[in-house]
């Protein structure tokens, strides 16, 4: 596709346009071109845009909502296709996906989880704002593999913490991964609050989860 389409793709979000975000990621489908460069070198970019722009002071919350309206228009067109080139094939895992309690921060979490899908692991996705009790209950029901908990605030990352704490006093971390990401997340802080991995985009949370059902699939051979 042509840089100018993504370059268009990224606008789109900036501008908060769910009309043209939503016709160019229909064009981008007529054109062949796979859904994940269309969101990585289009939307994505016009996102990180947006956010650099309201740390500045440049942009306000109700445009930052009209770019997440926009973000979520170019999704509902791109998100099928992936789920297909996903459902086609066997399942590799079983994921809980869902953002910390206080924060409603969405669309990283749900394209990690459409990236996840694609890759053939099935997600349940437990939306935003949710309790680490209710990971946990989830984790339990569907006999998760993995449970993935997504933080965009400073303020809400602690309470990735608290889903771990929540997976150990339910005696399910044994066999449960845990993985976290958001964009204050780091390594380091994965490692503080003693989760299995940290992923800082959605495609390294789909090459860790793979790693974390390799070692799972070890464990018990
Ligand atoms: Co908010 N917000 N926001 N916001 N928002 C940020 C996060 C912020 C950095 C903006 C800024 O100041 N520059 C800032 C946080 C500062 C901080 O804590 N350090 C901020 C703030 C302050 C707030 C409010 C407090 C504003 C206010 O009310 N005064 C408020 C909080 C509401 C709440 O949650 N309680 C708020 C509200 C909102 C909106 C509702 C308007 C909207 C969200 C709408 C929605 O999701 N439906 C919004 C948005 C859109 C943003 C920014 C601009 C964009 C977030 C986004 O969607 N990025 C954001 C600025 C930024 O991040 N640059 C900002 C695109 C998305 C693809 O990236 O979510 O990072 P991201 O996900 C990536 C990776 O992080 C990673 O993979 C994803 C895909 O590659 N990843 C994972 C994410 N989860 C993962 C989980 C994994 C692995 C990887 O494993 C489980």
Known sequence: MPNHTFAAMRQSIIDGAPDTASSLAQ????????PIESI????????????????????????????????????AVLDPELRRLGAERPMAGVVVLGTTKGDIHEIGKILVGTMLTAHRFQ????????????????AREVKADIVGVSALLTTTMRNQRAVVEALEKEGLRARVKIIVGGAPVTHRWAEEIRADGYAKDAMNAVVLAQELMQQKLLSVS
């Open 40 to 75: 990585n070198n289009g939307y994505v970019l016009g996102m990180h845009n947006v956010g650099e722009q309201f740390a500045r002071g440049q942009m306000f919350l109700p445009d930052m909502m009209a770019s997440a309206e926009a973000m979520r228009a170019a999704m």
């Open 27 to 34: 064009q981008s489908l007529a054109e062949d071109i796979a």
């Open 123 to 138: 997600v349940h996705d437990l939306g935003v704002d949710v309790a680490s009790e209710k990971f946990a209950a989830k």
